[in-house]
């Protein structure tokens, strides 16, 4: 079971994806966002499923959105795979590193991807996204933390690393936050349809592979991540919470950064797969 918003920017439809079918999910919510999901409404997806409550559709070509509508905050965790933290010449963080991206940067996970005037250092970020179901506020321990989670899916921390490093005054905002630097998608897959343990995650610059790892080498694990940002600020249900890219990224300096026309795609186990168009902002 896959949670999926089809349609145009804006005006997005509910579905879910059993198998080969598609279900308009209209009948149970007006969409997926963090009200549905504190609604206990993957729960509620599943019943009427079960039901057989839902009617069948053809989603075929049809455009896919962000999996999630409306999130008030993307939290973000920088070098949390060994590799990675390895390869930017940093050494591994004694305690996760965080900062945020704007809402706004969220695009669908096949939309075009736009270069920001004057950049010269483009980059692309496989993640594993998390997405709260719950709010979430002092929890006593990892353990404690995986059921305020909704489920998974795949985010593009694409990032300009000129303004990231060089522009933004020792924090990261600056190459974070330009507009469609966070493809989402392509579904919402359930937390206990997915395990976040050791899913293989890759990525791909016109078809050549760049990142291929797992996310058995995150530093900080899923749990760890929820529990942590908990104890420092309330996680409200629909917020992502991008957990780390690993190694194989055009900072490492041994690729080229994104031009106009580049295709990147990442994929994830269990999820999917995403494919961005970059072009030059107009």
């Not at 599943?46 to 989603?59: E, F, N, P, W, Y």
């Not at 469609?180 to 343990?197: E, I, S």
């Given at each position: 079971m896959k949670l999926q918003r089809i349609g145009a920017p804006g005006a997005e439809r509910p579905v879910v994806v059993d198998g080969d079918r598609a279900y308009d999910l209209r009948p149970v919510t007006a969409d997926i966002d963090g009200a549905f999901l504190a609604a206990d409404g993957i729960a509620?997806?599943?019943?009427?499923?079960?039901?057989?409550?839902?009617?069948?559709?053809?989603?075929t070509g049809q455009r896919v959105g962000p999996p999630v509508a409306r999130p008030q905050a993307i939290w973000c965790v920088g070098l949390?795979?060994?590799?990675?933290?390895?390869?930017?010449?940093?050494?591994?963080?004694?305690?996760?590193?965080?900062?945020?991206?704007?809402?706004?940067?969220?695009?669908?996970?096949?939309?075009?991807?736009?270069?920001?005037?004057?950049?010269?250092?483009?980059?692309?970020?496989?993640?594993?996204?998390?997405?709260?179901?719950?709010?979430?506020?002092?929890?006593?321990?990892?353990?404690?933390?995986?059921k305020y989670i909704a489920g998974y899916t795949i985010s593009n921390d694409v990032s300009?690393?000129?303004?990231?490093?060089?522009?933004?005054?020792?924090?990261?905002?600056k190459g974070k936050?330009?507009?469609?630097?966070?493809?989402?998608?392509?579904?919402?897959?359930?937390?206990?349809?997915?395990?976040?343990?050791d899913l293989r995650l890759r990525s791909y610059v016109n078809g050549e592979p760049r990142q291929d790892s797992t996310t058995a080498d995150l530093i900080f694990d899923v749990a760890h991540l929820v529990w942590h940002l908990s104890q420092y600020a309330v996680l409200e249900p629909g917020d992502i919470i991008n957990t780390g890219t690993p190694e194989g990224v055009a900072l490492s300096g041994r690729y080229p950064y994104l031009r106009?026309?580049?295709?990147?795609?990442?994929?994830?186990?269990?999820?999917?797969?995403?494919?961005?168009?970059?072009r030059a902002a107009p």
């Open positions: 509620t997806i599943a019943m009427a499923l079960a039901a057989d409550r839902l009617t069948q559709i053809d989603i949390n795979y060994a590799a990675h933290a390895k390869e930017s010449g940093a050494p591994l963080p004694d305690a996760p590193v965080i900062f945020f991206k704007t809402p706004n940067t969220i695009v669908g996970p096949d939309d075009d991807v736009l270069i920001p005037r004057r950049s010269t250092r483009t980059d692309w970020e496989v993640e594993l996204a998390v997405v709260i179901g719950a709010r979430a506020r002092y929890l006593e321990s990892p353990a404690e933390a995986m300009e690393r000129e303004f990231q490093l060089e522009h933004s005054g020792g924090q990261w905002s936050c330009c507009e469609t630097f966070n493809p989402l998608g392509p579904a919402l897959v359930p937390r206990d349809r997915l395990d976040p343990t106009p026309g580049d295709v990147v795609e990442l994929e994830i186990e269990g999820i999917g797969r995403t494919r961005n168009v970059f």
